[in-house]
């Protein structure tokens, strides 16, 4: 298949689930707030969604134990170093950050519900559009580094779209986007990827960016000892994860070559 067709296939498929998500959800709060049952709706459709594309070469194989730990290992390193480069972008620069929802307004089934199934919609339709079907099919056209960076490239505009088209903004989504195409190639599938993406839109979500409000700017605060902080935690967990992806792409090496 022509991989630029793959592309624009992959945007309406994450468009879409978020789409039937969001209007799921609107309706649960709107209505019945105490009562969750749009994640619950929300999981058969996924489940047939996800039963309908594996006919597709959408690359959801399954891991052996040693590639997911390092993978899983990498990623956590990686989204440490992320956390810590969002705070000190966002510090530094004049960005519009994420609306986060006030999830203390709801009963606390509910909002774990809801945050659940609001990572897991947007993980598996974006890994299962880009880093699978994309970027597995790019793979067969271009190099493995091409493929990660022309997918990253093409999801960007959605995230401008969504949270704006700032230099640092589309930048850090340039590397979680690399990050994550990155897993997908070393693993030879897009499960890992899944559960570091819910993860990371977890943490983010929960822990980073509802405190976004609260952040001095560095043109009123001058380089304070959190700026070094954050940028040293962007830092040392950005070395961490190159040395986990190393170490995962020698095995990765061994498998394809028969060694394991």
Not at 8 to 29: C, D, E, H, Y
Request: net charge positive; charged share 10%; hydrophobic share 55%.
């Amino acid at each position: 298949m022509n991989p630029w067709l793959a592309g624009v296939f992959a945007f309406p498929l994450t468009i879409l689930a978020g789409g039937v998500w969001g209007a799921l959800l609107t309706a649960n709060l709107a209505t019945t707030p105490a009562l969750p049952w749009a994640p619950l709706v929300m999981a058969v459709i996924l489940w047939l969604a996800w039963r309908a594309v594996r006919r597709l070469p959408i690359r959801a194989n399954r891991v052996p134990a040693q590639q997911v730990t390092w993978a899983l290992i990498a990623g956590a390193c990686s989204l440490g170093s992320l956390s810590g480069l969002w705070i000190v972008l966002f510090r530094t620069f004049r960005i519009a950050g994420n609306p986060v929802p006030d999830f203390s307004k709801y009963p606390l089934l509910s909002a774990i519900l809801i945050l659940a199934m609001a990572s897991l919609v947007s993980s598996v339709s974006e890994e299962t559009g880009f880093r699978g079907y994309f970027q597995s099919i790019l793979e067969s056209r271009v190099s493995p580094a091409a493929a990660i960076s022309i997918q990253a490239l093409v999801i960007a505009p959605g995230h401008g779209s969504t949270q704006g088209f700032a230099w640092p903004t589309l930048l850090f989504y340039l590397l979680v986007d690399t990050m994550l195409g990155t897993t997908a190639y070393l693993t030879n599938s897009i499960l890992p990827g899944i559960a570091i993406h819910a993860i990371g839109i977890a943490v983010f979500f929960t822990l980073i960016w509802p405190h976004d409000h609260e952040r001095i700017p560095l043109a009123q605060s001058g380089l304070d000892r959190w700026f070094w902080i954050h940028t040293a935690q962007a830092v040392v967990f950005g070395a961490l994860a190159i040395v986990a992806y190393a170490r995962l792409a020698k095995l990765t090496r061994a498998k394809r070559s028969g060694s394991i």
